[in-house]
């Protein structure tokens, strides 16, 4: 009955002209009240904004999930209504803390895919959260039932690719190539625009990590890297410079490709992919010769002059501390 209901029949009173967030439990009628909180939530004003937040924060901590789980769609809004409430009530942490917190109580195990993953991990790529955002992300989904939690392949591909960008935020490549494998290997006839997006930062996070296109599972679709070879033929160019080892050909290849790498909004990783070609050749001059200046070694990596001593410098300093800080992290494992 309440799923019949349109929004406007859900934001009127009673006929005894009573608001049913006052006549209904929040945690005895969790079902009806989710339906009346989130739509009054959806039509708030300056003015009782943070009231009605206040009432859909104590329904998060209270509400019964075997109710709630008979109207998977409806929880979606649980996150739509936060949205519009955002600039009244302070920092995006309330926004996003309070949908983290209904996935954990939504679901038996963190490990199964709910509807509001991938909103909870878009919201925290969008406002940056990358080191709040691991209450959730860290727990692999193990499950999904598409049944039980109204989720489809769109919300697995958006919740893996977003959750694989918090990874990259937080600087762990390995976790984010995992999750962005998942992505691309999905079952797919017509590769996804989302499956094509996570191939390019998995071809640039495999360069920075292992200096070539790590191979992905067998049962990936040969449609996915023939759509990719077509259409972003760009990237494996810059990653056959890479893995020859070309840096001028690659730094070509990128100020050709700047603006669209720009637009795909992979310019950053694209130049650490340089950096990690930097440091591979200046590996390669400790195995070619027994002492090299760091003059020379600076006219090696770039003859015409534009990288300085300092700069190399600088790298052998980060070389050095990124080899202490995998030692460490062996020695910790």
């Known amino acids: 009955m309440l799923s019949s209901l349109n929004e406007e029949q859900l934001q009127s009173n009673t006929t005894q002209n009573l608001d049913p967030l006052t006549i209904l439990s929040p945690s005895t009628h969790s079902l009806g009240y989710l339906y009346f909180i989130t739509a009054r939530c959806c039509i708030a004003t300056s003015e009782n904004a943070q009231q009605l937040f206040e009432l859909l924060y104590h329904f998060i901590t209270v509400f ?35 949908v983290a917190k209904f996935i954990q109580r939504l679901t038996p195990s963190l490990n199964i895919l709910t509807p509001l993953h991938s909103y909870f991990a878009k919201a925290c790529v969008i406002n940056r959260m990358y080191k ?28 893996h690719y977003n959750a694989s960008l918090l990874y990259i935020g937080s600087k762990q490549y390995e976790r984010a190539l995992e999750l962005l494998s998942l992505v691309i290997s999905a079952p797919a006839t017509v590769p996804s625009a989302i499956q094509l997006e996570a191939y390019k930062k998995y071809i640039l996070l495999s360069l920075i990590q ?35 080892n070309q840096l001028d050909e690659f730094d070509q290849l990128l100020q050709w490709c700047h603006l669209a790498m720009k637009d795909d909004q992979n310019l950053g990783l694209a130049k650490q992919c340089t950096r990690a070609l930097q440091f591979r050749k200046i590996n390669t001059f400790t195995k070619v010769y027994k002492r090299v200046g760091i003059q020379d070694m600076a006219l090696k990596l770039d003859p015409k002059g534009t990288t300085s001593a300092l700069e190399v410098e600088h790298m052998l300093v980060s070389m050095v501390g990124l080899s202490l800080s995998l030692l460490l992290l062996k020695r910790k494992t």
Not at 137 to 156: G, K, M, P, R, S
Not at 231 to 242: D, P
């Open 132 to 159: 709040y955002s691991h209450c959730i992300i860290d727990q692999a989904i193990e499950q999904i039932n598409a049944t039980a939690y109204h989720v489809t392949i769109l919300d697995y591909l958006e919740y």
């Open 210 to 244: 292992d200096g070539k296109i790590r191979p992905l599972p067998k049962y990936t679709a040969s449609i996915i890297e023939k759509t990719m070879e077509l259409q972003h033929f760009h990237y494996f160019s810059l990653a056959k410079a890479f893995e020859n």
């Open 64 to 98: 019964d999930a075997a109710q709630v789980l008979r109207a998977p769609a409806r929880s979606k809004f649980v996150f739509y209504v936060m949205v519009p409430m955002n600039p009244t009530i302070s920092g995006p942490l309330l926004v996003v803390e309070p």
